[in-house]
């Protein structure tokens, strides 16, 4: 019997119980005003299409476990896809396309993939490369389709011909979700995710907000929108590209608040950094906004404490942690971080990230780049941990963690520790964990300097140097051979500080810790080059690159 996502039951149990409650707010131009104009799909439209599409495919040869690739832009188009795939135990193959068309490809094809929905941009991609898509026999267009065949999604129509055929719920050990790693720290991962995993996700989300149901969301990453679609939201979508999220307006975020009531968003630094020098400049209450969760990268204590300023007493701002991977994996609400936690961070201990989330666990193993195949093998290693102050591996296990890639095969060897029944993800972040059980973030492991004294840890040591006046963020990437790297600090300053000034007071920090001693040399840097999913993570790798050729030091 052909199988289906068992969560989608919640998703259709809201659409029998209140049919006309607004499920996705999207933008459709903007108004004389230069505000975005809005539309919405109800529950009711949203579940008849994913059910007109869960037909459509299934008619094409789409069915339990079709790999199919979907390149197709947020809006209620994506959601209507991903559910009607959903619907039908197909499973999605989802990736960033500001990875670059090389690498993209190389992902793509690794996955051989069976059905290909996408815009117009990505068919022309597909019949350019068409041997990377050999194995494709379904292509449907979201948009115009030009020459290359298939069904357009707008030709499907909305609403479904027939009763869908009978279908029981997939194991939760079965394929649902192949999703990629950006690669900004490495090469790209082919994440396998299965319904168990994703049927986790909204417990676990559902948990950190302390079970109180979401009402309202606004949506940067379209994961958070499924996820709280199951949970009944009204998901807002402010207008975004997905390449370049710290682009995003923030007076679009101030007045889809506004507008809508939103009571909880998810984004990373990228937006709410921007959004809270808006709301400083220009206040506004925000009064529905009780808790904001940020992810993607650390985000800055100040921004931290600067959004806590301007929100209602009441809202909660939240830090969170987690990967394609895994998500989520920990979480810190504001209050505790301003309990003592950030004094510690600035004088090197890291950035706090909280505890592990419902039902993760956390440990942590010495580093290495060689494989730990069994947690015996951990266990016989702990003595290194020594060698780095207690700082090491964080790995994790829990029902939301991803226990396999599936490409490359030899990322599992590298990635995944076995303990008996339990499969550990090794997370590539480098951390210790405290008495409270508290995990504390330095860096990745990938991003380490190692200098003949020993090894430095990037978020640990520049944690230790953002709060200097006029510094808006550093970096610490090593120059050289590693084993014998020179520590530079790169500097990104503020747009009203003085270089020289900046220098001074940060080579006189330096000398204040046994942890950043040995840095000698500082460079500001113009911009620093960010990730593409969430434009939060700083690239180390181009800025070594860049200071071994402002040093003049042969690679």
């Known amino acids: 019997m052909p199988t289906y996502w068992q969560p989608i039951d919640r998703f259709r149990a809201f659409a029998r119980a209140e049919p006309n409650r607004a499920a996705v707010i999207f933008p459709h131009g903007r108004n004389p005003e230069g505000l975005p104009d809005y539309r919405t799909i109800t529950y009711r439209e949203l579940d008849r299409w994913s059910d007109t599409i869960a037909e459509r495919l299934t008619t094409s040869g789409v069915g339990t476990g079709t790999r199919t690739i979907v390149l197709v832009l947020p809006g209620p188009e994506l959601y209507a896809v991903m559910f009607g795939l959903l619907k039908i135990g197909a499973v999605p193959v989802v990736i960033d396309p500001g990875m670059g068309v090389r690498k993209m490809l190389r992902c793509l094809r690794a996955v051989d993939a069976e059905a290909f929905i996408g815009i117009p941009q990505a068919h022309a991609l597909r019949v350019l490369f ?286 995944k520790i076995v303990d008996g029944a339990v499969i550990w993800h090794r997370t590539g972040d480098l951390a210790w964990i405290d008495e409270q059980g508290r995990i504390w973030f330095c860096g990745r492991k990938s991003q380490r300097v190692l200098t003949p004294q020993g090894p430095m840890f990037t978020v640990q040591v520049e944690q230790i140097f953002n709060t200097v006046v006029g510094v808006a963020r550093t970096a610490l990437v090593g120059v050289g051979e590693r084993g014998a790297q020179r520590p530079v600090l790169c500097v990104e300053l503020r747009s009203v500080a003085d270089a020289t000034t900046v220098e001074a007071a940060l080579r006189a920090r330096a000398a204040e810790s046994e942890l950043t001693r040995m840095i000698a040399d500082f460079l500001v840097h113009p911009k620093f080059p960010v990730d593409i999913r969430h434009n939060a993570k700083i690239g180390r790798e181009q800025l070594s690159v860049w200071a071994t050729q402002e040093l003049g030091v042969k690679r």
């Open 130 to 415: 068409r041997r990377s898509f050999r194995r494709v026999h379904t292509a449907v267009t979201v948009g115009r389709r030009w020459f290359w065949g298939g069904a357009a999604l707008r030709d499907w129509g909305t609403t479904p011909t027939g009763v869908a055929p009978l279908r029981k719920p997939a194991a939760d050990s079965d394929l649902l979700v192949i999703g990629f790693t950006t690669g900004s720290t490495g090469p790209a991962k082919a994440v396998e995710m299965t319904h168990g995993n994703l049927a986790a996700m909204i417990e676990q989300v559902h948990a950190a907000r302390g079970h109180i149901e979401p009402d309202t969301s606004l949506i940067t990453l379209p994961l958070v929108g499924i996820l709280d679609l199951l949970l009944g939201a009204r998901c807002v979508l402010p207008p975004l590209i997905p390449s370049q999220v710290g682009s995003t307006d923030p007076g679009d975020i101030v007045d889809a608040v506004e507008r809508f009531g939103v009571r909880t968003m998810f984004a990373s630094p990228a937006v709410l950094i921007p959004l809270l020098r808006r709301l400083e400049q220009q206040p506004t209450e925000l009064k529905s906004l009780s808790s904001i969760y940020s992810g993607g990268a650390p985000v800055p204590d100040w921004c931290i404490a600067g959004l806590r300023a301007v929100l209602p007493e009441d809202a909660r701002v939240y830090a969170g942690y987690g990967s394609t991977e895994a998500l989520p994996m920990s979480t810190i609400e504001s209050r505790e971080l301003f309990d003592g936690l950030i004094e510690r961070t600035h004088r090197g201990a890291g950035t706090c990230i909280g505890r592990p989330a419902d039902r993760v666990r956390a440990r942590i193993v010495a580093i290495t780049e060689d494989p730990i195949p069994t947690w015996q093998r951990a266990e016989a290693i702990a003595g290194q941990l020594e060698n780095s102050r207690g700082i090491g591996e964080l790995v994790v296990a829990g029902p939301n963690v991803s226990t396999r890639y599936y490409w490359p095969k030899q990322a599992n060897a590298q990635g």
